[in-house]
């Protein structure tokens, strides 16, 4: 659970530093809504290029993924690569693009938007193929060697878990609390104090459980 938060956050770590890269100032952020500083856009039309950044490093994350699940030179190494593929939210960015949401939309809408909107059905349906694409590939792989019996059933937890853990509790819980003033003070890299202590303590977790993540899927899912 912990390892998806961590890699949540690693994900907006993405956006906000490429804007700040680009920009030159770091924007706002709360725990999954980013902005760049003032004016950036306008002045930095490469500023675009920080919209894309997350959905690229999750992408990234996907295909090392796969690629330690169906090379990995162990069991540990297999089972790593299994945590990563399921450990960022593949399904929600197919599902986010699929209702016209999500950063890649965005991204396509922000380049290549007529006036009128008139080709905006086009990106979105654009925009989901190509996020389609990317993702579906290491999910296919996780499934394969998912051996528990009730594996249709396991692998769909995996896919809509994620969606209501990220909906919960970063949506709901602890955007709710930053709202309501508990530790919301910027202190580092335009983001607030409480993001920031959530991003360590998720950290601090996942590297302590570091085994875990080893021998998560060795025993019972991979075949």
């Not at 692998?155 to 309501?180: C, E, H, R």
């Not at 919301?184 to 360590?200: A, D, R």
Request: include cysteine; glycine fraction near 8%; proline fraction near 3%.
């Amino acid at each position: 659970m912990f390892f998806f938060f961590l890699m949540h956050e690693l994900h907006e770590l993405a956006h906000i530093i490429t804007g700040r890269l680009i920009c030159g100032c770091w924007g706002t952020r709360d725990f999954n809504v980013w902005d760049v500083c003032a004016d950036c856009q306008q002045q930095h039309p490469l500023a675009i290029l920080a919209t894309f950044a997350g959905p690229v490093f999750t992408f990234i994350m996907l295909w090392l993924g796969r690629y330690w699940l169906k090379y990995g030179a162990s069991n540990g190494v297999k089972s790593f690569g299994f945590i990563l593929i399921l450990g960022n939210m593949q399904f929600g960015r197919m599902y986010m693009a699929a209702t016209g949401s999500g950063d890649e939309v965005w991204g396509l809408r922000s380049l290549f938007l007529n006036p009128d909107h008139s080709n905006l059905l086009t990106i979105k349906i654009a925009a989901f193929l190509i996020v389609s694409v990317i993702c579906l590939p290491p999910l296919i792989t996780v499934y394969k060697v998912i051996s528990n019996k009730r594996k249709i059933l396991v692998f769909a937890g995996f896919l809509v878990i994620p969606l209501i853990l990220d909906t919960v509790v970063i949506l709901m819980l602890l955007n709710s609390v930053l709202q309501k003033g508990l530790l919301n003070q910027i202190w580092i890299m335009g983001t607030p104090l409480l993001v920031t202590t959530w991003f360590i303590l998720c950290a601090s977790i996942v590297f302590f459980n570091t085994v875990c993540l080893t021998r998560f899927a060795k025993s019972t899912m991979i075949g």
